[in-house]
């Protein structure tokens, strides 16, 4: 009998073929990286040409080829706390992930947690994390842990709102036929609930990374002794615009390479989502 409902369970979950599958991900690829790319050499070609113009001094707002030279000319520096924010923002948003779509569907399933756990959540999403910056840093001082706890909770919040919303999407009346076939708990979790709200879990992942690239520059501004947003303040303190700028474009980079890579597991993980 449960041999039996384990084929029809995966009978329903279509799976395309792998080299259809890997034909449509290098276009996903190229296409997530073309465009951008030539909209940014638009936007800073217009941009040069303006500074020039208006001969627009150099400690006020400098040309792209004079940070871009910096940025390559410092790069090594530029990288090591490209680094350390990649590592704080993957600590917090992989943290947010297992502490947001678990407690979602907790909350989904218990009536008691919607009425009683889930407005507390909402009430402290409405603090802003500047004010809850510095009580951080008393608690933890000024560290990688502090800035980890920040961008934990600015991505938090979307994820486990949208996670919500794509376990409550599922069609109960789903739930009553795998039952009558003898399905457990959990095979109606792993083959129904689970694939049917990936979808919305991972829009609020999306969201999630671009509120964690946020938090993690909101983090290394006030809580932190590396990282871009830590480099950038210095910079400004000197008012060394090259360098300066120099960090926006790393930070730039940072926040495409984590969307690149979320858009292509969220290919893989959802591909009857592209058919």
């Not at 990649?86 to 948003?93: A, E, K, N, Q, R």
């Not at 502490?99 to 008691?112: E, M, Q, R, T």
């Not at 049917?196 to 938090?215: D, P, T």
Request: proline share 5%; with cysteine.
């Amino acid at each position: 009998m449960h041999h039996n409902l384990h084929y029809q369970l995966n009978y329903l979950q279509v799976t395309p073929p792998k080299s259809s599958l890997k034909i449509r991900l290098q276009v996903n690829w190229v296409s997530s990286l073309i465009y951008p790319t030539i909209s940014v050499i638009i936007f800073l070609s217009i941009w040069e040409l303006l500074v020039w113009f208006f001969e627009v001094p150099l400690w006020l707002v400098p040309k792209p080829s004079d940070f871009l030279n910096r940025f390559f000319s410092d790069f090594s520096i530029i990288a090591n706390h490209g680094a350390a924010t990649s590592i704080t923002i993957i600590s917090g948003f992989l943290l947010g992930i297992f502490v947001a779509v678990p407690l979602a569907l907790l909350i989904v399933s218990s009536d008691f947690l919607q009425r009683g756990l889930y407005p507390v959540i909402v009430f402290l999403n409405i603090m802003p994390k500047t004010v809850i910056g510095p009580i951080l840093i008393v608690w933890f001082g000024i560290g990688p842990l502090a800035a980890v706890i920040i961008v934990f909770l600015m991505c938090f919040f979307p994820i486990l709102v949208d996670s919500m919303s794509g376990f409550r999407a599922v069609d109960s009346k789903l739930f009553y036929i795998t039952k009558s076939m003898g399905a457990t708990s959990w095979q109606n979790f792993y083959y129904i609930r689970l694939p049917a709200s990936l979808q919305h879990i991972f829009g609020g992942m999306r969201i999630g990374i671009v509120k964690a690239v946020e938090g993690v520059m909101i983090a290394e501004f006030i809580s932190s002794n590396e990282g871009l947003g830590f480099m950038i303040m210095r910079a400004s303190s000197f008012m060394d615009m090259t360098l300066l700028f120099s960090g926006l474009i790393a930070a730039a980079l940072v926040a495409l390479l984590f969307n690149s890579l979320l858009l292509t597991i969220e290919w893989l993980m959802i591909p009857w989502k592209h058919q």
